[in-house]
């Protein structure tokens, strides 16, 4: 067993067996037994009469086995459908091909009776069949690149055929030829161009054509020889050819080339080109789709002019429909564009052929090999909300998918197997899906139903004892009769007002049952899990971790997770631990949260991890200082009562702070200056304090220096004032001055004698004036 197979058998142990002992039932909303089978793979009911207690509901029926059991419920009782696998048609594998339609896939028809979610494994066996046919198609390119490889292809029909019958006796070879749409920009439209679109006009040459069948698929060499002889190159003008268009018509148009219902069918396709696909046609104003059906009138593809080219998806389907394997055999310049389209195609390998395809039968041969040793078992489209997964069990086994399932390197005559489980994801109507091996016509048919309804073999009795006479049993449960109701149709309803029995199911906010059930008999019937007098709880809809109800380590109680011992968390999803809480040498979270979940959820304010600091709390250098001048001086408003109003404080005096610790420097009461730093112990509100013994206090004013400098300053502020006055009056007198000058100069003095003047009639001489 290989390692892909050991893994997905740990995968459905550990669904089914060893990670949820017993498995678990999600209930949603379960009235009945049938709901409760379609609840999940696990659930189960309990058919047994009067399981349920007064005040319970139905649904409590609902549970995994073992939780049925563990309540008091009979076995027997118990209704949980088991997945049913039916081989319907099994015959046994052939060992060789004998004229008869051989048998390589085993069983043929299957039947499934399974459970909504609950895998079912069935095992499929294939063996290739010695001597198998095969039908070998050769599509060839006859553009005028090709021409040295047509010399060749024609005398290669015996070395083809020789070699298909080292595979088998029972070989045929057909012959085809394509080369692109008659019209532009693919071929020249010329008239006589069309008639001979060779440029060398010494050469033989055919008219240009989409895509030919030459020959039907025959086991005689000769025939080959002779209509490949017959072919002719001829030609195009773009380098894309129209190699799609003629797979499609081959694969389609089996009448035509002859394809054998019982063989392995090939189309080797050789060409030095590229392909032309969908949406290449718009080019020459062809916009009709390809409808992927056969179109060949006189053995030509008479609609290639007025269809699109296929899609690589539409020719991909049809080669898979029809169980065809390609070979592409084509030059190296082309190979990487043939490597991307094998990738498509199912079931195709590409060879690289030599300049004059000289090597075309080896490459054939090598490719062939390749696609028979290679055994895929796949599916064609699954109904609706059904999965499927295979498991190979070979030595060159592929790792389990949900897509296909390959085994490599498988010879003839040797058998392989798989293991396919398919899962229901809900109810479904019967039906049924192919699974097949890729290229091979065999096919295993599974038909698909599903166990939605429970068998209770219920008595036909409408007034069963176990409802008081007033009702009849269905799984257990009473289906009581008119006018009565109730667990076991106790209640009857004429009894009491509807009004006065509505009243108590009434919850504080006057709903009634809250909206999640419904009233009867004055007690309220709650809807799926919900549960308690008035449905307030739920016990199916608590947070989950790991896709498990309360992380599979409590309880859902009424909504919430009521975890086991020693697992905390909204989801139980944590085990109790503190070590991620607690800093070096300190408490869980410094005494400023809680630790949940091995991480401090922290008091406001205080900051993760260890909620060590508070970026919005108020600076204690503030808040403190008041204890500080208590504890450190003896001064301030705490001075009478300091122990106690500063008894989360620890204080220590010293001379002289830290440089390196941040400290405080505040006025205190007295207007000193006091230094100290504070450090937050464990706790809410509890600090360290380094005090500095000594305060910093202004010094006591000089009263003769305030009395002087008063003085002082009256006497310079009058002096200024003066100052200020006696330029004032400067500068009005320079004013009135130059008025004055102004006036003067504007007057006129006449210039007659004065009658009172006389002159001087005495002379005096200085007798020491020199004149000088």
Known sequence: ??????????????????????????????????????????????????????????????????????????????????????????????????????????????????????????????????????????????????????????????????????????????????????????????????????????????????????????????????????????????????????????????????????????????????????????????????????????????????????????????LEKNNIQTIFAVTENVQKIYKQLSAIVPKSEVGVLSNDSNNVVELIKTAYRKLSSKITLTHDRLPDNVRITYTPECQSAGPPGPDEGVCDNVKEKQEVSFNVTVVVDSCIKDTSFPIRILGIKDTLTVSLSTSCECDCNDPQDSQHQSCGGKGSLTCGVCSCQEGFIGRICECAIGKEDKDTL???????????????????????????????????????????????????????????????????????????????????????????????CSRCECDAGYQRPHCKTCLGCPDPCQTKLNCIECLGFNIGPFKGNCSKACSTVVPDTVSQLNKEAKHCELKDSESCWIKFSLEQLDGVDTYKAVIQSERVCPEPPSVTAIIGAAIGSVALIGLVLLMLVKFFIYIKDVKEFRKFEKEKKKSKWTDGANPLFKNATTTTTNPIFTGE
């Open 1 to 318: 067993m290989g390692l892909y197979q050991v893994f997905f058998l740990f995968l459905l142990m550990g669904k089914n067996g060893l990670c949820q002992v017993g498995g678990s039932c999600s209930k949603t909303v379960v009235n009945s037994c049938s709901d409760c089978i379609r609840s999940g793979p696990d659930c189960a009911w309990c058919m047994q009469e009067n399981f349920t207690q007064p005040g319970e509901q139905e649904t409590v029926r609902c549970n995994t086995r073992a939780l049925l059991t563990e309540r008091g419920c009979e076995p027997q009782k118990i209704i949980a459908p088991h997945n049913n696998v039916t081989v319907v048609k099994e015959l046994p594998l052939s060992e060789s091909f004998e004229k008869q339609e051989p048998i390589q896939l085993s069983p043929q028809v299957i039947h499934l009776k399974v459970r909504p979610g609950s895998p079912a494994t069935f095992r499929v066996s294939f063996k290739r069949v010695q001597g198998y046919p095969v039908d070998l198609y050769y599509l060839m390119d006859l553009s005028n690149s090709m021409k040295d490889d047509l010399d060749n292809v024609k005398d290669l029909g015996n070395d083809l055929l020789s070699a298909l019958k080292t595979i088998t006796a029972h070989a045929q070879i057909g012959f085809g030829a394509f080369v692109d749409k008659t019209v532009l920009p693919y071929t020249n439209t010329n008239e006589k161009k069309l008639l001979r679109p060779c440029d060398d006009d010494s050469e033989k040459c055919q008219a240009a054509f989409g895509y030919r069948h030459v020959l039907s698929l025959t086991p005689r060499e000769q025939e080959f020889k002779q209509s490949v002889t017959n072919q002719f190159i001829s030609g195009n003008l773009d380098s894309p050819e129209g190699g799609l268009d003629a797979m499609m018509q081959a694969a389609v148009c089996g009448g035509a080339i002859g394809w054998r219902n019982s063989s392995t069918r090939l189309i080797v396709l050789t060409t030095d080109a590229g392909f032309h696909m969908a949406g290449d046609g718009k080019l020459a104003g062809i916009l009709e789709p390809n409808d992927q059906q056969c179109h060949m009138k006189d053995n030509l593809y008479y609609k290639s002019n007025e269809m699109d080219y296929p899609s690589v998806g539409q020719l991909a389907f049809q």
């Open 502 to 596: 509505r009243k108590a199911c009434l919850n504080a906010d006057g709903v009634e049952c809250g909206g999640r059930g419904e009233c009867v008999c004055g007690r309220c019937q709650c809807h799926g899990n919900y549960h308690g007098d008035h449905c307030e709880c739920d016990d199916e809809h608590c947070e989950k971790f790991q896709n498990q109800l309360c992380g599979g380590n409590g309880k859902c109680k009424c909504g919430v997770c009521s975890c086991n011992e020693g697992y905390e968390g909204s989801a139980c999803q944590c085990k109790v631990s503190q070590t991620e809480c607690k800093p070096p040498n300190g408490t869980v979270c410094h005494g400023r949260g809680v630790c949940r």
